[in-house]
């Protein structure tokens, strides 16, 4: 049973290592990016791509929307709260930041290239501290980059 246990975390460790990109980090410090604040900008292909790596569907609130700071979960009840997005100009590539409940309220970076639909990429990070604009955002990055993402 351990063996079988072993294979298993292997084969699913190896699957999410292919699909979630460290590059898409570096070229967050590249790219320029319109900025939005409201989850209706998030782009279709988004919530595509996400749903064909994780096997779940994103759910996320606008900032003043009902939001769950909890880690307690409830149907209809999402525990993320968008702080704001940025997209480049094909609206393929970008990120999401935003705040997820649980025991304590964290922040979170989503990083996305959604442009090839067979082999979206995710790249996401929790952040120790809350960037309060892009600036911010982009220095935070910009010091873990210099450590190396895992």
Known sequence: ???????VCLFICSVLKSQIDSSLA???LKTKYS???DKIDIPKSFFKGYKKITNKDFVIANTGDTFNPTDVLYSGIPN???????????KKTGFILYQQGGQVVTSHILLFDVSSKRKPKLFGLYL??????????????????????S
């Not at 049973?1 to 294979?7: E, P, S, T």
């Open 26 to 28: 570096y070229s967050f």
């Open 80 to 90: 993320k709260k968008l702080m704001f997005l940025g997209l480049d100009s094909t």
């Open 1 to 7: 049973m351990r063996g079988f246990i072993f294979i």
């Open 35 to 37: 900025l939005f604040k």
């Open 128 to 149: 120790n501290k809350e960037p309060r604009n892009f600036e911010e955002l982009k220095v935070i990055i910009s010091n873990l980059s210099k450590h190396g993402f």
